[in-house]
């Protein structure tokens, strides 16, 4: 069983209110480092420097979109085996089971709950490193 306590997001997410709700809920409720990119192009310039612990990405978003940015992440020195979370509204059975298939260890649904996302996060981080 490891320890490693969760510090460091990547946020990835093309809303800017949404951004700004999970910012506060990862943040301030949280007490998470979070990088914001607003596109998955983002998030490849940003990547690297930030060394995230978690990728948390939105699904839907225009250019690349989350499991095209994940993979994109993936290739990038360091981040083959950081853990990803999608965040969408598009959670059947089928869809979550595809997004899992594209790399991510868990699907959080939108809307999601401020005030309890931190704590979904941490669970699922103590469960991925149980």
Do not use: Y
Not at 68 to 83: C, E, H, K, S
Request: hydrophobic content about 50%; proline content about 6%.
């Amino acid at each position: 069983m490891s320890n490693i306590e969760l510090q460091r997001i990547l946020f990835v997410e093309d809303e800017a209110d949404i951004q700004a709700v999970a910012q506060v809920a990862l943040e301030a409720v949280g007490g998470f480092t979070v990088a914001i990119c607003s596109s998955g192009e983002e998030a490849l310039q940003t990547a690297e420097a930030f060394a995230p612990q978690l990728i948390l990405s939105d699904v839907m978003m225009p250019g690349m979109d989350g499991p095209a940015t994940l993979a994109a992440l993936r290739r990038l020195p360091g981040m083959a085996d950081t853990p990803a979370i999608f965040m969408t509204a598009k959670v059947l059975p089928h869809e979550v089971q595809q997004l899992r298939a594209s790399g991510a260890i868990e699907v959080i649904a939108k809307p999601f709950d401020p005030m309890s996302l931190a704590q979904q996060i941490k669970d699922i981080w103590r469960r991925h490193h149980a």
